[in-house]
């Protein structure tokens, strides 16, 4: 049950939680390629930016959340879901074929 004394609803709690999240990998990935010579090459820096672009990909979940209609919600769930799942392929194929060195 939702506490009506709340100063943030819901909503405005998963969109903030949302855009902290894409703020905050999508600057450090651009910070790490950007300042860290032959990342792709470096195991533990290609093994962080996987991670982050995994989480940034799974984050795109929360603004489905915060929808208050239940049937609104139901499909952007659904679409949510289906565009995580096609986001997610990319880094699940590069995660099952990293090599050791």
């Known amino acids: ?12 709690v998963l969109l903030i939680v949302f855009i902290g999240v894409l703020f905050i990998t999508s600057i450090t990935i ?3 390629q ?5 990342w792709y090459d470096k195991k533990a820096i290609a093994t962080i930016l996987l991670i982050l672009s995994i989480l940034r ?3 795109y979940i929360l603004p489905a ?3 208050k209609s239940k049937n609104l919600k139901i499909a952007g769930i659904i679409v949510a879901s289906i565009l995580i799942l096609c986001l997610l392929i990319s880094p699940a194929k590069v995660l099952f ?3 050791p060195y």
């Open 1 to 12: 049950m939702e506490n009506k004394n709340s100063k943030y609803d819901r909503s405005s």
């Open 34 to 38: 950007t300042f860290v010579d032959n």
């Open 97 to 99: 074929t990293i090599q």
């Open 57 to 59: 990909n799974i984050s």
């Open 65 to 67: 959340l915060a929808i």
């Open 30 to 32: 651009m910070m790490l």
